[in-house]
């Protein structure tokens, strides 16, 4: 069975301080692997896709994920947080089931200035 | 371009009444995908609808039905509502199926009582 994982609920950072977000996924073949975020009332935003060719991917805002396949592994990472980036983050792979998408159950990052 | 819309944002209903929420996707995309979001269960898929077709069902009742209209545009209906199908309901648009990233509406918030 396809499955995301992401195996913290919150994250807290100080503003400034570099974050990681972390995603594990499990899912047969190659795996298109997708990072989302939703502010409060609000719907989800595309950050950044993974469908082949480099490890790491940068994406909007600022973000980038790096792609680990021998740890099936794709963790959301920003060099300097920002207050702004306060907000639920989502992890989704796609396994080759047309559009389905997989999310994980979310990350709630808190950036305290 | 204009994003993702979904009419209403917020409805309430109560048990044993059915429902049709809209989703009109960005202009160009053909396929259209539907998820549930709650608390309890995450963000799960409904089902996706490529050209004008079925292509995806998750795991949810038949009371949980879709289509999809010639202008690419969604409808999701449910019927004989139930206290657990209060949820936000998330429309998505990608320009096709598969491994495209899919774009977000708003959401429909629906209540039932």
């Known amino acids: 069975a396809q499955s995301v994982a992401q195996p913290e609920d919150q994250v807290n950072v100080a503003e400034g301080n570099p974050l990681t977000v972390k995603c594990t996924y499990s899912v047969s073949g190659n795996p298109y692997l997708f990072w989302y975020v939703q502010y409060p009332n609000r719907g989800l935003q595309f950050l950044l896709k993974?469908?082949?060719?480099?490890?790491l991917v940068k994406g909007s805002y600022g973000f980038e994920a790096e792609f680990n396949k021998s740890q099936t592994s794709f963790h959301l990472k920003k060099p300097s947080a920002l207050v702004s980036d306060s907000a639920l983050y989502f992890c989704?792979?796609?396994?080759?089931?047309?559009?389905?998408?997989?999310f994980g159950q979310g990350t709630e990052l808190s950036v305290k200035p | 371009k204009a994003g993702v819309t979904q009419t209403p944002r917020y409805l309430i209903k109560t048990r044993g009444q059915q429902v049709t929420l809209s989703c009109s996707p960005i202009s160009g995309h053909r396929s259209v995908s539907w998820y549930q979001q709650t608390p309890g269960q995450g963000l799960q898929f409904l089902f996706e609808?490529?050209?004008?077709?079925?292509?995806n069902k998750g795991n949810f009742p038949g009371r949980f039905s879709g289509r999809q209209f010639s202008n690419s545009r969604s409808e999701m209906n449910v019927s004989t509502l139930e206290l657990g199908d209060s949820a936000l309901y998330l429309c998505?648009?990608?320009?096709?199926?598969?491994?495209?990233?899919?774009?977000f509406g708003p959401g429909t918030r629906l209540t039932v009582t």
């Open positions: 989704a792979v796609n396994g080759n089931q047309g559009g389905k998408l997989i």
């Open positions: 993974y469908i082949t060719g480099d490890n």
């Open positions: 609808y490529f050209s004008e077709t079925q292509r």
């Open positions: 998505a648009s990608s320009l096709y199926t598969g491994g495209y990233e899919q774009y």
